[in-house]
């Protein structure tokens, strides 16, 4: 069995960054703990992955909504006021002001992704969504 610096080497070449390398790692270390505590944030440990994970984001204008062992729904800000909601087959499923983004995570709208699944955002797990202050400022902090 290889360890994890030697994986991590052999790796290298399929990422742009050593940094977009850390967070793909985040992110499959946050799906491995979510299934394996079935959802339970303990301790507010999976909180706390994800809201670094999010922080390290590469791209700030994009943070996803749902992330189970990968993004399942993704907000992308296109200005201060418009945002493009992803799927995880990448399709775009609408564009939202800002009100509809919070109607959505207030659970007043679903969506339906491009499969036809549909999401009420408060019907799922919190280990698998960003922090409130991270949405909160994500929806609500000015393009740079």
């Not at 069995?1 to 850390?22: D, F, V």
Request: aromatic letters at 8%; a negative charge; hydrophobic letters at 35%.
């Amino acid at each position: 069995m290889e360890n994890l610096l030697k994986r991590i080497e052999k790796e290298a070449g399929k990422y742009r960054s050593a940094s977009e390398q850390a967070l793909d790692h985040l992110q499959m270390a946050h799906a491995v703990l979510l299934e394996e505590y079935y959802g339970n944030d303990h301790h507010g440990f999976l909180t706390n992955l994800k809201s670094m994970i999010n922080t390290l984001s590469i791209n700030p204008s994009e943070l996803e909504l749902l992330n189970y062992e990968g993004p399942v729904l993704k907000l992308v800000k296109m200005t201060d006021n418009k945002f493009h909601m992803i799927d995880q087959w990448k399709e775009e499923l609408s564009v939202l002001n800002r009100s509809q983004v919070l109607a959505f995570v207030t659970g007043e709208t679903q969506v339906i992704d491009s499969r036809g699944n549909k999401y009420r955002y408060p019907e799922h797990a919190a280990a698998a969504k960003p922090t409130c202050e991270t949405l909160n400022n994500f929806i609500y902090e000015k393009n740079s």
